[in-house]
């Protein structure tokens, strides 16, 4: 199972008392350091906050000190907007925290109001700044896009500017436009992330690596390069009408479709020379894209997870034992309750089956499928049973939520959703080769690939009205998260989301290619 981002709202901050109460600083710097952690870019050190009395810019980054010094008029504003009051807070933070990490950053300050009339700002900085901190705050739970335009509107009241034109501070209008510039742009990454992720869930990989290539222009974050990483590693394992791979990683979703796949029983025969190039590419692009999120935060133990799972599918096993022994070992023993460890484990378990080393394989594996994660302890008992039982004769027996005696498609009568006159369409130019066509209907959205002009894959996100039972064994969804799980039956073209053991909503596809090859 993969690591993709599972958003959730920093609950403690949302308590009135601790909001309204007299610890300005420290909420201030809590919703900093959330926005700092979710950023992932550790190679600048965090920022401190300052609460000043000045009433002139709202807030400001002094890249000296590495400070951002937030005026108190500024928060008053912010605690004016009542529920929605750390929104409003986390934005102007997130907008000054991106300041701190712009590598094109020369200014010795920035001001948030002055945007860019002040300091030789650039608007192009500016901006980005915006999107990047819009960005930034809904990945950290936080709905700053909402109230975007009442903020701008509060800030110049407050701020006695309004209409008035004055030359060291943008007009309120040009502030609004560009305001509304970057509501579209963040609606267009977030819509793009979301439909990413999902696209990850029901295994187009192929589908979902351009979204968030086009998110990484915008917005340099750890969890979007993993996600890259993780797509092209998977895209690169399901290559081929053959399995190839018969043990199971702890990093795959549906790994259903891999092992359904015929074996040959015969190394990587399954692939052709050319098939085998282009597998390698897709490992070494996924192996750079890791090192990026190991870079930008050192403690972020998925990279390390991932890195040496890379190693063990190219073949490097030396070096993969090398990086375990002199490195992830002594993690490992130190937290061996973590998840993330017993990932790293579970891979390491696989290494030493790969070098003939069976029985401590076996051992590691009997060992993590005792453990009270079900998702990894159904993979472990999986991978021992291709280990003791031969890797044909395993392979070959069906597994699934599809494959489950009684299942049949879950009949929702909202869900046959048609298009009609009233549909509304745009389009999402991501490249010269790869256009998505979006229609919107009244509970629901379909997007159409288009690769070089040709169709790829249609897929239709449908939000369900209605609560509908859905208590499924968890062990058979694709994606086990927190908050939601993913049942995907690939032959119907169908993956269901699934929140609390309710329905949550559904996932509609067809892809136009042979999604084999």
């Not at 400001?60 to 929605?84: H, M, P, W």
């Not at 436009?177 to 992720?197: G, K, P, R, T, Y």
Request: positive net charge; charged residues 20%.
């Amino acid at each position: 199972m993969v690591y993709i981002r599972n958003l959730s709202l920093f609950l403690i901050l949302m308590l009135p008392q601790f909001v309204f109460g007299k610890g300005q600083l420290v909420v201030s710097q809590n919703v900093l350091d959330r926005l700092y952690q979710v950023h992932g870019y550790f190679n600048t050190a965090r920022p401190k906050i300052e609460l000043v009395k000045n009433k002139k810019n709202v807030a400001v980054y002094i890249k000296s000190r590495n400070t951002i010094q937030l005026e108190l008029s500024a928060y008053n504003l912010c605690i004016a907007f009542g529920k929605d009051s750390l929104d409003a807070l986390s934005f102007i933070l997130a907008h000054e925290l991106v300041h701190a990490l712009q590598t094109s950053n020369n200014l010795p300050k920035t001001s948030f109001i002055a945007y860019d009339k002040t300091f030789k700002g650039s608007l192009d900085m500016e901006r980005d700044a915006d999107i990047q901190g819009v960005f930034i705050s809904y990945l950290a739970g936080f709905k700053s896009i909402k109230i975007l335009p009442d903020l701008i509107d509060r800030m110049y009241e407050v701020y006695g500017i309004n209409d008035k034109l004055i030359k060291a501070y943008p007009s309120k209008q040009e502030r609004k436009l560009s305001a509304q510039v970057v509501i579209q742009q963040v609606n267009d990454l977030i819509e793009l992330f979301e439909l990413a992720n999902r696209l990850t869930q029901i295994s187009a990989y192929q589908s979902a690596i351009p979204c968030l290539e086009y998110i990484s222009k915008y917005y340099q974050g750890k969890e979007i390069f993993n996600n890259l990483g993780v797509n092209y590693v998977l895209l690169g394992m399901n290559m081929g009408k053959l399995q190839g791979e018969a043990l199971l990683f702890p990093f795959e979703l549906d790994w259903n479709l891999r092992i359904k796949k015929p074996k040959t029983g015969r190394g990587d025969d399954f692939l052709s020379p050319i098939d085998l190039l282009i597998q390698r590419k897709y490992y070494l692009k996924a192996q750079e894209y890791f090192k990026i999120t190991k870079r930008l935060d050192p403690t972020y133990y998925w990279s390390d997870l991932n890195l040496f799972a890379i190693d063990v599918l190219l073949g490097k096993l030396d070096v993969a034992q090398g990086y375990y022994e002199s490195y992830l070992q002594a993690q490992c023993t130190a937290n061996q309750e973590s998840e993330i460890f017993q990932k790293i484990k579970f891979v390491y378990a696989i290494l030493l089956f790969k070098k003939d080393e069976i029985e401590e394989a076996k051992r590691i594996l009997n060992f993590i499928s005792t453990q009270n994660n079900p998702y990894l302890s159904h993979m472990a008992k999986y991978n021992l049973n291709v280990i003791s039982n031969g890797q044909i004769e395993f392979s070959f027996k069906s597994s699934g939520v599809c494959s489950t005696p009684g299942f049949k498609l879950v009949d929702i009568p909202d869900t046959e959703v048609k298009l009609t006159k009233i549909a509304t369409m745009e389009w999402i130019v991501i490249d010269t080769a790869f256009q998505i066509e979006r229609k919107m209907l009244p509970n629901s959205m379909i997007y159409t690939f288009f690769e070089n002009k040709e169709k790829s894959i249609t897929i239709q996100k449908i939000n369900i009205s209605n609560k509908y039972n859905f208590n499924i064994d968890p062990n058979l969804s694709s994606y086990l998260g927190k908050d939601e799980s993913v049942y995907h039956c690939a032959k119907d073209g169908i993956a269901y989301l699934v929140r609390d053991g309710f329905l949550n909503g559904i996932i509609r596809y067809y892809t136009y290619y042979d999604n084999t090859l």
